[in-house]
């Protein structure tokens, strides 16, 4: 798995399908909590994938297990270079 993290100018179809076109190679399938402007992912080739998680927790889903492994992995990698700088 990779993780890229790039900034967006907003949660809209076209800002969606910019980023897309420009990072997901084509065939890519894409998994989202069901906000809408994701689905403009398949502009670029990709599938994709809804899980609408209501009031379910995240974690609680194994689907989305990796979210907060990578959500923490970053946390220490920003607290680390935080603590070099300091």
């Given at each position: 798995?990779?993780?890229?993290?790039?900034?967006?100018?907003?949660?809209?179809?076209?800002?969606?399908?910019?980023?897309?076109?420009s990072?997901?190679?084509p065939g890519?399938?894409?998994l989202s909590d069901g906000l809408a402007c994701f689905g403009a992912v398949t502009?670029?080739?990709c599938?994709?994938?809804?899980?609408v998680i209501g009031n379910r927790e995240p974690?609680?889903?194994p689907q989305f297990k990796w979210v907060?492994?990578?959500?923490g992995n970053l946390?220490?990698?920003?607290s680390g270079a935080y603590k070099s700088f300091g």
């Open positions: 798995m990779n993780v890229k993290v790039t900034q967006i100018s907003g949660r809209t179809n076209d800002a969606i399908s910019k980023w897309a076109r990072n997901l190679a890519t399938a894409v502009d670029a080739g599938t994709h994938c809804v899980e974690r609680d889903l907060k492994t990578v959500l946390k220490t990698k920003l």
